[in-house]
Antibody, heavy 119, light 104 residues
Framework: EVHLVESGGGWVQPGGSVRLSCAVS????????MHWVRQRPGKGLEWVSG????????AYADSVKGRFTISKDGAHNLLFLQIETVRPEDSALYFC????????????WGQGALVNVSS | EMVVTQSPATLSLSPGETASLSCRAS??????VAWYQQKPGQAPRLLIY???NRAAGIPARFSGSRSGTDFTLTISSLEPEDFGVYYC???????FGQGTRLEI
């Protein structure tokens, strides 16, 4: 059975950094493209970043480019999202997702990690 | 810049009725979409991918269609558990629409 479990969220001051992790089971991160999607409180879904199955392909939303870094550890079946120079607008629930073969649609989601940016 | 627009913002229907949710891409060259359902406090769930393919375990009352740059999610014979917010997502840049809230 496929499971994705995010961790690493919490309270962070503006300008600080935070690293989100996603532990997966039931498949390996080296076989699928993986993505992060966020949802600000009471708002809609916003795609943030994605990484191809081979890690050779990385993509970022314009709103986070230069501050967010996506990566994965195939040996431990983990997905990461490093967020630098956090801003209040980065406050959101961050979902880890697996993409269907083809890489475009998200067939499995974690329950999310909450990041609160406040001074 | 591509924009994905969903309508209506809110849809109020009764059990047994049929819901039609719309999604439109702003550019003339469009690609297939996916549809997701999200209930309060839950992660989204994939319903439809490739515009018209049901995801695993999704009931047959959910169907998707495409006409050019216009996409429709149809939910036939609404069940009480179908309430929630529905999002469409463009496949080429993973862009989401703003969502349609379905009230039963």
């Amino acid at each position: 059975e496929v499971h994705l479990v995010e961790s690493g969220g919490g309270w962070v001051q503006p300008g600080g950094s935070v690293r989100l992790s996603c532990a997966v089971s039931g498949f390996t991160v080296d076989e699928y493209a993986m993505h992060w999607v966020r949802q600000r409180p009471g708002k809609g879904l916003e795609w943030v970043s994605g990484i191809g199955w081979s890690s050779g392909s990385l993509a970022y939303a314009d709103s986070v480019k230069g501050r967010f870094t996506i990566s994965k550890d195939g040996a431990h079946n983990l997905l990461f999202l490093q967020i630098e120079t956090v801003r209040p607008e980065d406050s959101a629930l961050y979902f880890c997702t697996r993409a269907l073969v083809g890489g475009s649609y998200f067939d499995h989601w974690g329950q999310g990690a909450l990041v609160n940016v406040s001074s | 810049e591509m924009v994905v627009t969903q309508s209506p913002a809110t849809l109020s229907l009764s059990p047994g009725e049929t819901a039609s949710l719309s999604c439109r891409a702003s550019q003339s060259v469009s690609f297939d979409v996916a549809w997701y359902q999200q209930k309060p406090g839950q992660a989204p769930r994939l319903l439809i991918y490739g515009s018209s393919n049901r995801a695993a375990g999704i009931p047959a009352r959910f169907s998707g269609s495409r006409s050019g740059t216009d996409f429709t999610l149809t939910i036939s014979s609404l069940e009480p558990e179908d309430f929630g917010v529905y999002y469409c997502q463009q496949r080429i840049n993973w862009l989401f629409g703003q969502g349609t809230r379905l009230e039963i």
